[in-house]
């Protein structure tokens, strides 16, 4: 059974820093990993997809990394701003589930 | 383009009652999802609809169902509801139903259980 597991839980740091939020993951065999965030009490909008058979994606001052022979996601945000203040979760698809199994989140508090 | 619609925004009702979530999903869309976020739990995968079928679903009791229309949008319902319902309940979509594919999120329903 797929688990999905987030470190740290929340997260707050100064302006203008660079940090890594984790994410691992139990079955290796996956279809894709998304990271989401989540504004409070609001949906889940989506921050970058990486296929299986990717190693990383980029958009902007996000990049995410994917190892799957660990199990381990990484999303990197550069120059955190206090607009990226979020809970931020990672989602993945098992291979013939076609549905998201997600972590709880971590929940992120940049302060200006 | 419009996303993925969800009607109501709130929700509140008694237990024992029915709950009817309504979702729309983006145009071109044959697949669509709901998660139950209930505070604590984190997000749930409840069903998912492709092609007005049922194709697979999440640890919920039947109590917890739902229908796809032939415009694809979709209903969920939850009858006999209990104070544990109260979540946000988020429907997303995506064109295949396909893994490779990226889902799109509504703006989800809080439904409140009193």
């Known amino acids: 059974k797929q688990e999905v597991t987030q470190i740290p839980a929340a997260l707050s740091v100064p302006e203008g820093e660079n940090l890594v939020l984790n994410c691992s993951f139990t079955?290796?065999?996956?279809?894709?990993l998304q990271w989401f965030r989540q504004d409070p009490g609001k949906g889940l909008t989506s921050l970058l997809l990486?296929?299986?058979?990717?190693r990383e994606q980029t958009s902007g001052r996000l990049n995410a990394s994917l190892d799957k022979s660990s199990g381990r996601s990484t999303l990197y945000i550069a120059a955190s701003q206090p607009g990226d203040s979020a809970t931020y979760l990672c989602a993945v698809i098992t291979s013939g589930t076609y549905k998201y199994i997600f972590g709880t989140g971590t929940r992120l508090k940049v302060l200006a | 383009e419009a996303g993925v619609t969800q009607s109501p925004t709130h929700l509140i009702k008694t237990r024992g009652q029915q709950a009817t979530l309504r979702c729309s999903p983006i145009?071109?869309?044959?697949?669509v999802y709901w998660y139950q976020q209930a505070l604590g739990l984190g997000l749930q995968f409840l069903l998912w609809?492709?092609?007005?079928?049922?194709?697979n679903r999440g640890n919920f009791p039947p109590r917890f169902s739902g229908r796809q229309f032939p415009n694809y949008s979709s209903e969920l319902n939850v009858n006999a509801l209990e104070l544990e319902d109260s979540a946000l309940y988020l429907c997303?979509?995506?064109?295949?139903?396909?893994?490779?594919?990226?889902?799109?999120f509504g703006p989800g329903t809080r439904l409140l259980v009193l």
């Open positions: 990486i296929q299986s058979s990717q």
């Open positions: 997303a979509s995506d064109r295949s139903g396909g893994a490779r594919e990226t889902q799109y």
């Open positions: 079955d290796s065999a996956i279809y894709n």
């Open positions: 609809y492709d092609e007005g079928e049922e194709r």
């Open positions: 145009s071109g869309h044959t697949s």
